[in-house]
C-alpha cells in the first residue's frame, strides 16, 4: 500500500493559503477517485481506496505544518511503509505558482513541514511532489507570505493547478517515479514555464 501525504495547517482560517497547497491537492486526488478522507487516526484524516490499479491510504496531518512528521511518523510506524512507498505533496516557494515537480529524496529547502517528516521517518528518500506557489519580493516576507490567502487571480488559476498536481501523483502510481519525472520535469516544459511569466497549467 502507498502512502500519500499532503502537507498543510489544520483549520479553515487555513484552508486556502499557499502553505496549504499539499492539503487542497490531497482533497482534488481524494474527490476524483472517490476516496473519502473522514477518518481521523493517527492525529490524521485518512482515506483508503485505490488510484491506477494500486491501494493507497491518503492522509492529511492534522497538526500544524512544523509537527507534520508527528502524524506521519506515526502512520509509518504502524503500517510498516517503506520510503520508496510514500508521496508527500507540499507547496514550494523556490518554483513560480502552477507550476509542478516530482522528485525523490533531497533536503528540505527550509520547508518546515518536510523538516518534520525527515526527522521522524529518520530518511529522505521519499517521493515529493512540490507545487510552486512563487515566492514574496524580499526574504523576510516569506513567513508572511504562505500564510496569506490566495489572491484573486491565484484562486483563478487554482483549479487547474491542483488538478496538475493530482495529476503528478496519479502519473508516479501509473507509469512510475521515472516516468512521471520526465514528465514533470522536462526542459521544454520548464522553459515554457519560465516564460510565460505567470501561473502555468499546462
Known sequence: MKLIVG???PG???RFTRHNMGFLVLDELAEE???SLGRKKFDAYTGEGDIAGTTVMLAKPWVFMNLSGTA???IVSFFKHDLNDIVVIHDDLDLPLGTVRVK????HGGHKGLMSVIDHLGGREFIRVR???GKPLLKEMTEEYVLQPFSREEMD???GILAKGSGAVVEILSAGL???MSRYNARRVREKEEGKGGPCLS
Open 33 to 35: 477517485h472517490g476516496i
Open 7 to 9: 502537507l498543510g495547517n
Open 178 to 180: 521515472q516516468a512521471a
Open 157 to 159: 488559476a487554482l483549479p
Open 12 to 14: 479553515d482560517r487555513y
Open 104 to 107: 525523490q529524496g533531497g533536503g
Open 131 to 133: 507545487v510552486g506557489i
Open 72 to 74: 506521519v511518523g506515526r
